[in-house]
C-alpha cells in the first residue's frame, strides 16, 4: 500500500468510526424512554361524576364499578328521550282497549267536542276524531276501507306517516281502500287498493271528520262507516267495532318512572329493531332490556332504571318546552314556538331527528305532512307557547291575556288550547271550558281584535273570552290555524305574546 493509499484508508476508517459512534449515541438515545409528567400515577382522578379512585392507572374495584354504573345511567336517560315517541303511541292503544274497550282493528270515535275527561297529548276540543289500531304481526296484511271526507293518517308506531289520508292522500279526499302491509310484503294486491307498508308491525289509522256548518252528527255519521279487517277475510269482512265514547274518559299518558321501562321492554319485543336505533338497543341491553329476552332486571338495573326515568322525563321536557332547536321559533322576539320541528319521515341529511322528534312527541301524537307543508288555504298550523312576554313560564295561579289580532289567517277556523305542562293534556279546571275558538261567540273589539284572558279568576265582564287556570300548576298554549291563508305564511299577520293581565 502506498503512503497516499494508506493515508486515504485512515482518512476513511475516522469517519466510518465516527458514524458507527454517532449511530450508537442515537440508538441509546431513542432506546431512553421519553420522560414523562408524572413519574407516578395519581391515586384519583376528580371527574364531573365523582373521584375516580385509581391503582397504578387503572379504576379500582370500586370506581370500576361506580364507572359502569354511570355509564349505564346515563345510557338509560339516552334512552328513556330516544323512546319518547313509540312508548307514548302505546300508550294511547292501551287506553284504548282499558278505558274504552276497543282493541285491534276496532274504532273509537270522538263523537263530541271533547273536554279534559280524555287525558290524551295535546287533545283537541274542537274536532271530531276517530282513531284505530292493527297489529301486521297477528293479522297479516290489513284493509282499511277510509270514507271520503275522512282526513288524517296512518302512522306507524314511531310516529312516521305511512300514508296521507284525505285530501293530501292518493284517496284524494275520496276514500278508498288502503291495504297497509310489511315492509317485506311480496303477495299481489287486489286491484282498487292502495297499498302502503309500514316499518312496524303495528300502526295507527288516525282521521277527524270535518264539522260544516256546526253539523257534528254528520261527522259522526262519516267516521262510523270505517271499516277495517284482515286482508285474509276480505271475502266475507266482519263487523268493525264503532265506539262512540261520548263523554266516557280516558287517561293515555305514557306512564312515569319504573313503569316506563316496563312498557317498553314489551314494546321492543314486539316490533322490529331498525338500523337506525341497533346503538340504542346494545345500551338497553346491560340494563336487562333485550328484544327476545324476558324483562326481570336485577336490583341494581331495576335501581338505575329508576333513577333515571325522572331525569329522563325533564330532559325531554326540557327539549320540547324549552327547544335550542334553530328552526324553533315562530315569531322573532316572541315566545310563539313552531310545535312541529321535525320532517314527517324524522330524518335530516344527516341524522336521524333525535331532538325534533322528541321536542314533538314529548307534548303531542302523530305526525302528518298536512302540518307542515305550507298550503295556502288547506291543511293547518300549530304554535305553541309556554312563556309569557317576559319570558316567565305559564303559571296557573296568575292572570295572562293575549290580545288576537283582528282577521286571523284561517280559511276554516282558529282555537287556543290551554294545556297542563305534565300530561300535557288538556287543563283540569273544573269546568267543560279549556279552548276558545272562532266556532265561540267572543266580545271583540272595536277594531275587530279579540282579547283573550286565561287566570284563576274571571275577569269582570269577560266570561265567554277566558279559560280558567289552576294555581300551583303550570300550562301551555296551543294556536291552530286550520286552512291557513297566505297572511299566515308571509307573517304579515302575527300573534303577539301572552303578556301578564295588568
Known sequence: ???????????????????????????????TPPPTTEAVSPPAVQTRVGKVELQS?????????????????????QAYIWATPIVAMDALRIANVRDWGVDYN????????????????????????????????????????SPPGAYGVIDDYWQRPVVEVGPFGPDKGKGGKFLVVPTDYKGTAPRGYMVVRSKTNRFMYLVRGIVKDGNVKAAVDTLSTIRIYP????????????????????????????????????????????????????????LGIEKGKPFSPDERQKKILTDAAPVGFLMAQTISMAPRLSNANAYPGTHWEWVLTLKPNQEAPNYSQLDERTDYTFEA?????????????????????????????????????????????????WSFTVYDNLTRSMVQNGTAKVALSSYDKLQRNADGSIDLY?????????????????????????????????????????????????
Open 106 to 145: 276496532g274504532v273509537g270515535i270522538v263523537d263530541q267536542y271533547t273536554g279534559s275527561a280524555v287525558v290524551a297529548l295535546t287533545g283537541n276540543s274542537t274536532t271530531i276524531y276517530a282513531a284505530a289500531f292493527s297489529d301486521l304481526s297477528r293479522d297479516g296484511p290489513i284493509v282499511i276501507e
Open 365 to 413: 301524537i302523530t305526525v302528518a305532512e298536512g302540518m307542515v307543508k305550507e298550503i295556502v288555504g288547506a291543511g293547518s298550523q300549530y304554535m305553541s307557547a309556554a312563556k309569557d312576554s317576559t319570558g316567565a313560564w305559564l303559571d296557573g295561579g296568575k292572570s295572562y291575556k293575549l290580545k288576537v289580532p283582528p282577521n286571523v289567517p284561517a280559511k276554516d277556523f
Open 57 to 77: 392507572g387503572y379504576p379500582s374495584e370500586a370506581s370500576v364499578r361506580m364507572l359502569y354504573d354511570e355509564m349505564d345511567f346515563q345510557r338509560a336517560v
Open 231 to 286: 286482508q285474509k277475510q276480505a271475502a266475507s269482512p266482519p263487523p268493525t267495532q264503532i265506539f262512540k265514547a261520548g263523554n266516557k274518559g280516558m287517561d293515555s299518558i305514557a306512564p312515569r318512572g319504573y313503569a316506563y321501562w316496563e312498557r317498553l321492554a314489551d314494546i321492543i319485543d314486539k316490533e322490529p329493531v331498525e338500523e337506525r336505533d341497533r346503538f340504542f338497543h346494545a345500551m338497553l341491553k346491560p
Open 454 to 502: 286565561f287566570g284563576p279568576a274571571e275577569p269582570a265582564g269577560m266570561a265567554s273570552n277566558w279559560v280558567r287556570t289552576m294555581p300551583g300548576k303550570g300550562w301551555f298554549a296551543y294556536f291552530r290555524w286550520y286552512g291557513p291563508t297566505q297572511a299566515f305564511f308571509d307573517k304579515s299577520w302575527r300573534l303577539p305574546d301572552i303578556a301578564p293581565a295588568s
Open 1 to 31: 500500500m502506498d503512503i497516499g493509499r494508506k493515508a486515504s484508508f485512515w482518512k476513511g476508517s475516522r469517519a466510518r468510526t465516527g458514524c458507527l459512534a454517532l449511530g450508537a449515541l442515537l440508538v441509546s438515545a431513542c432506546s
